[in-house]
């Protein structure tokens, strides 16, 4: 394992969603980084996150699951009582040394905008959007409080520039995702807090499964058909990505290396965005 980076020694990152997938991937990165972890989940994911945590004190570090919210087959990250008791829980379990928060759970829907209903486009923005928002606000104040400043992170995706047929409550949620980054970091900038996101494209996930299935009933072609074209079509490095490609460019953002970046929805596609 690389030697532990300056800004990690001591110190807590929070991750939603992160035990599968992109989340998966940036929290077992951050621990070989040298952070202690702690991961909030919902319920469901209990297995997940289990063995997530295991391999994460394999590394030698610190690792705590916790569930936004109490352990109720409605608990999700969207609701922010839930996630100040998680972050809460963190502090109490690892100590006041938050400096990390990564916003990355999330839910891809796919659907025409004429089949969109106004309970299918809410769900998409408490999911996608006010979840972060919440993320974003409570890690901010435990960070604020410590006076030591932190490093917030939140999930965009290429739809945070360009959307996508079928994907438009998705799209919108994610553009909302930069603004709010960009307005974040000039809120907090003053607190030595830096506010960024990720935006990755055609990612080697269940998510993207799911988004292949629910294609391929609306373009009326085969399983797997959808993400294969798409790949072929738009990535300019000819291959899928992978979740670990996310994780690095976190792992940059959070380091001392990248300390005067602030404000920025990066993208990380293999070009699929041109």
């Not at 974040?184 to 807090?193: F, G, L, S, V």
């Not at 920025?264 to 070009?271: A, D, H, L, P, S």
Request: a positive charge; one cysteine or more; aromatic letters at 6%.
């Amino acid at each position: 394992m690389a030697a532990p980076i300056k800004a990690a020694l001591g110190r807590t990152a929070f991750i939603t969603g992160g035990a599968q997938g992109i989340g998966r991937a940036i929290a077992t990165r951050l621990a070989r980084d040298g952070y202690d972890i702690s991961i909030a989940e919902i319920p469901q994911a209990k297995g997940r996150l289990d063995d997530t945590v295991k391999e994460i004190e394999g590394y030698g570090r610190k690792a705590i699951g916790v569930f936004a919210g109490k352990p109720c087959p409605n608990s999700n990250a969207r609701d922010a009582k839930q996630i100040y008791n998680a972050i809460d829980e963190t502090i109490e379990r690892l100590g006041p040394t938050l400096f990390v928060s990564v916003a990355n759970a999330g839910v891809t829907q796919v659907k025409p905008l004429l089949e969109c209903t106004p309970e299918f486009v809410e769900n998409e923005v408490r999911l996608n959007l006010l979840g972060l928002v919440n993320t974003h606000i409570a890690a901010a104040k435990q960070m604020v409080k410590q006076g030591f400043g932190g490093r917030i992170v939140g999930a965009g995706s290429i739809a945070s520039y360009r959307t996508a047929e079928n994907l438009g409550p998705y799209g919108a949620t994610k553009f909302a995702v930069r603004g709010f980054t960009e307005a974040a970091a000039k809120e907090w900038a003053q607190y030595d807090i830096r506010v960024n996101a990720y935006a990755p494209g055609i990612v080697d996930t269940p998510m993207w499964d799911h988004i292949d299935r629910e294609l391929a009933k609306i373009e009326n072609i085969s399983l797997g058909e959808a993400k294969a074209l798409r790949i072929k079509r738009d990535i300019k490095l000819g291959r899928i990505q992978q979740p670990e490609d996310v994780a690095k460019l976190v792992s940059f953002l959070v380091s001392d290396e990248g300390e005067y970046i602030t404000g920025q929805t990066i993208k990380t596609c293999g070009g699929a965005s041109l």
